[in-house]
Nanobody
Framework: VQLQASGGGLVQAGAALRLSCTVS????????MAWFRQAPGKDREFLAR????????FYAKSVKGRFAISRDNSKNTVYLQMNSLEAEDTAVYYC?????????????????WGQGTQVTVSS
């Protein structure tokens, strides 16, 4: 299973970005998916996850109301819409596959990871 994340970049505070993550080599529609981020010197942080059907989503308190996770099973792609970006959102953003739907917010339980996409927010 391979994950390819894209959509990062350099933006000003208050701007929006949409990240994409396309999955290949597996059965995307059977996986729960999640987004994490990691800032320099910090642990990898859970942001959001979505169930395989897309019917249910979960968010970290730090991003709830600003970020939205969604998926398109016909395109094997999961998205992260990020609004009202702040300098504190600067990090490398990763998508991840939860094969069994049991990983929750624990990064160590995710089976596959993308390579990450850099998001830099200037204040």
């Amino acid at each position: 299973v391979q994950l390819q994340a894209s959509g990062g970049g350099l933006v000003q505070a208050g701007a929006a970005l949409r990240l994409s993550c396309t999955v290949s080599g597996g059965t995307f529609s059977t996986y729960d998916m999640a987004w994490f981020r990691q800032a320099p010197g910090k642990d990898r942080e859970f942001l959001a996850r979505i169930t395989r059907s897309g019917a249910t989503t979960f968010y970290a308190k730090s991003v709830k109301g600003r970020f939205a996770i969604s998926r398109d099973n016909s395109k094997n792609t999961v998205y992260l819409q990020m609004n009202s970006l702040e300098a504190e959102d600067t990090a490398v953003y990763y998508c991840a596959v939860d094969r069994w739907g049991t990983a929750g917010p624990q990064a160590s339980k995710y089976a596959y990871w993308g390579q990450g996409t850099q998001v830099t927010v200037s204040s």
